[in-house]
């Protein structure tokens, strides 16, 4: 079994810019879900995708925005970047219709912002 | 909205010490709640769940109790070794919507041999 997978690993941005992180799901799941997490904090919920449809949305603003594809993939895009915006971005995915709440995490893309 | 709270770290032990850090949490429902551990460099592992009221739930020698009555979730250990080492987060996921995942702020663990 494919557990979850992210690029790129480490990604260096200037303020103002955009950018695009990726996920591939876990084998058999329908949900991905993005999460930032500060250095020396707990991962913030961003938004969730199920069957390639937003399904819930943390307090994160408007230029946070996401996709999933067919095969379950997602992207996270985040415009104009701001220098809060530095953090590490975890996807974590699972299969909803079975009523499991567990989520499996990747290790994560680490986002710097000069 | 729902909240999870951790005890303050860093935590140093000696090797086979006993360990617990404590969570407790604030929700409207009836959470799930869980343990994530998260080594240096890497997301986050899924240690333990528990998913209703006096629910135990147990991995790799850790164990947690679903008290529904404390609104606790407390992470015990009978005897941590050096590579249980890392950051440990209580986590709760609602049961409606999104079911997205509350975590507290985590809690870093050290073992020295």
């Known amino acids: 079994e494919t557990g979850v997978t992210q690029s790129p690993t480490h990604l260096i941005k200037t303020r103002g810019q955009q950018v695009t992180l990726r996920c591939s799901s876990q084998s058999g799941h329908n949900t991905v879900s993005w999460y930032q997490q500060a250095l020396g904090q707990g991962p913030q919920f961003i938004f969730q995708?199920?069957?390639?449809?937003?399904?819930g949305r943390g307090n994160f603003p408007p230029r946070f925005s996401g996709l999933q594809f067919p095969n379950y993939s997602s992207e996270l895009n985040v415009n104009a970047l701001e220098l809060d915006d530095s953090a590490l971005y975890l996807c974590a995915s699972s299969y909803r219709d079975r009523g499991r709440r567990e989520q499996y995490f990747g290790p994560g893309t680490r986002l710097t912002v000069t | 909205g729902d909240s999870v709270t951790q005890m303050e770290g860093p935590v140093t032990l000696s090797e086979e010490a006993f360990l617990t850090i404590n969570c407790t949490y604030t929700a409207t429902g009836y959470p799930s709640l869980f343990w994530y551990v998260q080594y240096p460099g890497e997301g986050l592992q899924l240690l333990l769940k528990?998913?209703?009221?006096?629910d135990k739930g147990s991995n790799k020698g850790f164990e947690a109790t679903y008290r529904k009555e404390t609104t606790s979730f407390h992470l015990e250990k009978g005897s941590v070794q050096v590579s249980d080492s890392a950051v440990y987060f209580c986590?709760?996921?609602?049961?409606?919507?999104?079911?997205?995942?509350?975590f507290g702020q985590g809690t870093r663990l050290t073992i020295n041999p």
């Open positions: 995708y199920y069957r390639e449809e937003e399904n």
């Open positions: 986590a709760l996921s609602d049961r409606q919507g999104a079911q997205k995942l509350v």
């Open positions: 528990a998913t209703k009221a006096d």
